[in-house]
Nanobody, 126 residues
């Protein structure tokens, strides 16, 4: 399984970006999915996750609640992260991740995911 992330860039505080992560895997609908981020000198942390199929269950870390939205489009084999009202503290490399052996629940730990994309840089200037 390969994941390809895109959509990062440089944006001013208060701006928006939408990250995308796509794969050619036909079993995409069965995967739990997530976005993580890693700032310089810090551990990789969970940002948002979504469960399989309909994506009716989502998880957000406290610092992004109300600003970020994770969603999935199974017809396009793509998971999105819409990021609004960005802050300098959101600056990091963002990674998408997939859990192949999934259930209807969402996952919140880095160790829950077994496939990772290459990362896309998000930089928010003040």
């Amino acid at each position: 399984v390969q994941l390809q992330a895109s959509g990062g860039g440089l944006v001013q505080a208060g701006g928006s970006l939408r990250l995308s992560c796509t794969t050619s895997e036909p079993s995409f609908s069965w995967y739990g999915l997530g976005w993580f981020r890693q700032a310089p000198g810090k551990e990789r942390e969970v940002v948002a996750t979504i469960n399989w199929w309909s994506g009716d269950r989502t998880y957000y870390t406290d610092s992004v609640k109300g600003r970020f939205t994770i969603s999935r489009d199974n017809a396009k084999n793509t998971v999105y992260l819409q990021m609004n009202n960005l802050k300098p503290g959101d600056t990091a490399v963002y990674y998408c991740a997939a859990r192949k052996m999934s259930t209807g629940d969402y996952y919140t730990h880095r160790s829950d995911f077994d496939v990772w994309g290459q990362g896309t840089q998000v930089t928010v200037s003040s």
